[in-house]
T-cell receptor
Framework: GQQLNQSPQSMFIQEGEDVSMNCTSSSIFNTWLWYKQDPGEGPVLLIALYKAGELTSNGRLTAQFGITRKDSFLNISASIPSDVGIYFCAGQFDNTDKLIFGTGTRLQVFP | GAVVSQHPSWVICKSGTSVKIECRSLDFQATTMFWYRQFPKQSLMLMATSNEGSKATYEQGVEKDKFLINHASLTLSTLTVTSAHPEDSSFYIC????????????FGQGTRLTVV
């Protein structure tokens, strides 16, 4: 099945540091979403982006919908231990509801 | 907020048996639900789109006779893994959108299937 390229694959950072991850696609999407998944759980929506160029924040999280509609990034500022988990981007095509997920970024935060 | 619930959370079955996983939208109606499979340390891969009152749409490479999907009501979709084999062991997750074309997907908590 199709997947989006997400980088980095994993990150090990110290508490308080900022984090940035991005997602690229060969296809154009009309919606980009960012999810966080804890072990043994389903993904939880963090941020949804609906327009090219859009920059949206949710607390310490900021995400942008790339101008080309083929990429997106997620920033986490001042990381804390509970930010640990796997972050997935997901793209949605026009007129369908299914999501195409990225390969994931595993984040580890050390105190 | 909207909640999607899966049952069971985990199941262990013998090779050759069938296992049914339920996905319910608890406080909203979902005409469409989605089933994903996630292998360890990998991403979610869409298996099929479950449509209420009609046949499911399967992604390329997913065997429809092995993964039976039934969406008999607006709040329930079931995935049955038939004649399960150890390679079917995985984390199965369902999701649903609020309304047609809705962009906020709610995910179930997942079902860990182990076939021994």
């Amino acid at each position: 099945g199709q997947q989006l390229n997400q980088s980095p694959q994993s990150m090990f950072i110290q508490e308080g540091e900022d984090v940035s991850m991005n997602c690229t696609s060969s296809s154009i999407f009309n919606t980009w979403l960012w999810y966080k998944q804890d072990p043994g759980e389903g993904p939880v929506l963090l941020i949804a982006l609906y327009k090219a160029g859009e920059l949206t924040s949710n607390g310490r999280l900021t995400a942008q919908f790339g101008i080309t509609r083929k990429d997106s990034f997620l920033n986490i500022s001042a990381s804390i231990p509970s930010d640990v988990g796997i972050y997935f981007c997901a793209g949605q095509f026009d007129n369908t509801d299914k999501l195409i997920f990225g390969t994931g970024t595993r984040l580890q935060v050390f105190p | 907020g909207a909640v999607v619930s899966q049952h069971p959370s985990w199941v262990i079955c013998k090779s050759g048996t069938s296992v049914k996983i339920e996905c319910r939208s608890l406080d909203f109606q979902a005409t469409t639900m989605f089933w994903y499979r996630q292998f360890p340390k990998q991403s979610l891969m869409l298996m099929a789109t479950s449509n209420e009152g009609s046949k499911a749409t399967y992604e390329q490479g997913v065997e429809k006779d092995k993964f039976l999907i039934n969406h008999a009501s607006l709040t329930l979709s079931t995935l049955t893994v038939t004649s399960a084999h150890p390679e079917d062991s995985s984390f199965y997750i369902c999701s649903a959108f609020l309304g047609q074309g809705g962009t906020e997907a709610f995910f179930g908590q997942g079902t860990r299937l182990t076939v021994v």
